[in-house]
C-alpha cells in the first residue's frame, strides 16, 4: 500500500496556473489507479481527476479542458496540470489511490489551493 504526500498549492490570481504533484512511496505504482479530489469549506469532497494504470485520463464536468492529470511511473509521481484558475476551483485537493487489482486505497494529507479574483 502506498504512503502519498501533495505539494504544489498555494495561492493564485484568477486565470493563473499551478502544478499540484503527488509522491507515492511504496511497491507497484504502476497498478495504482490515481486520482484528485477537492473539498472547498462547507462542501463535500468531490473528484477532479483520474488517470487508471493504463494511461486512460478521466475529469469532472467543472474542470476538463483546464485540468490535466498526468503520472512519472519511474519517479512514483502523479500531477495535476491546473490552467484557467478561477475562485471556485478554491479548495484543499488531495492526492487518492487504489491498486486496480487488490483495491488498496491511499490518501493524500492535502495541499490548499486558493484563487484570488
Known amino acids: 500500500q502506498v504512503q502519498l504526500a501533495e505539494s504544489g498549492g498555494g495561492l493564485v490570481q484568477t486565470g493563473g496556473s499551478l502544478r499540484l504533484s503527488c509522491e507515492a512511496s511504496g511497491r507497484d505504482f504502476s497498478a495504482y489507479v490515481m486520482a484528485w479530489f477537492r473539498q472547498a469549506p462547507g462542501k463535500q469532497r468531490e473528484w477532479v481527476a483520474s488517470?487508471?494504470?493504463?494511461?486512460?485520463?478521466e475529469y469532472g464536468a467543472s474542470v476538463k479542458g483546464r485540468f490535466t492529470i498526468s503520472r512519472d511511473i519511474p519517479k512514483n509521481l502523479a500531477y495535476l496540470q491546473m490552467n484557467s484558475l478561477k475562485p471556485d476551483d478554491t479548495a484543499v485537493y488531495y492526492c487518492y489511490a487504489q491498486h486496480s487489482r487488490l483495491g488498496f486505497e491511499s490518501w493524500g494529507q492535502g495541499t490548499q489551493v486558493t484563487v484570488s479574483s
Open positions: 488517470i487508471a494504470s493504463t494511461g486512460n485520463t
